[in-house]
């Protein structure tokens, strides 16, 4: 069961990323979304409910890699990252590139600076820490999206 947490936490290797393995992860979830929206027809909400759907997972495997590694968030743990974007991505009004590429830009910019509430989730012990900050940051850009679709920006 280790080898599996080992490859959710990492999301299938994008946190052993040399440099910046959140960037790494939130690039992946993006990349994922966009083409999912291009090639399938995929739309935006879908996401929200991918994002959810990892949060138990995510738990489980970040509490994994804690234990296996002896250090509180690692730093090869990104599925946090994962399911942050695909609900910031659930905000945008299309998977264009553009709004793909501005939900990327937004999740990292507020999961980097961490606003309130977003820093004391982090606080939060186990799993659930490493989890809960980066789906409020995803909150936060989606709620960003809706508010750029409702006023044209796109």
Request: proline share 5%; net charge neutral; charged share 10%.
């Amino acid at each position: 069961m280790n080898s599996v947490a080992a490859v959710l936490a990492s999301w299938f290797g994008c946190g052993y990323a040399p440099l910046a393995p959140g960037t790494a992860g939130s690039l992946a979830a993006a990349v994922l979304a966009y083409g999912a929206g291009r090639y399938w027809g995929a739309a935006p909400w879908v996401f929200f409910f991918m994002g959810a759907a990892l949060l138990l997972p995510g738990v489980w495997a970040a509490s994994r890699m804690e234990k296996m590694t002896g250090r509180a968030d690692p730093a090869v743990v990104v599925v946090d990252e994962v399911a942050g974007q695909w609900i910031g991505i659930a905000g945008a009004s299309s998977l264009d590139f553009k709004q793909v590429l501005a939900a990327f830009l937004l999740f990292r910019l507020l999961d980097i600076t961490k606003p309130f509430p977003v820093g004391k989730l982090e606080g939060v012990p186990g799993g659930w820490g490493v989890m809960l900050d980066d789906v409020m940051a995803g909150a936060y850009a989606a709620l960003v999206m809706v508010l750029l679709g409702w006023f044209h920006v796109f």
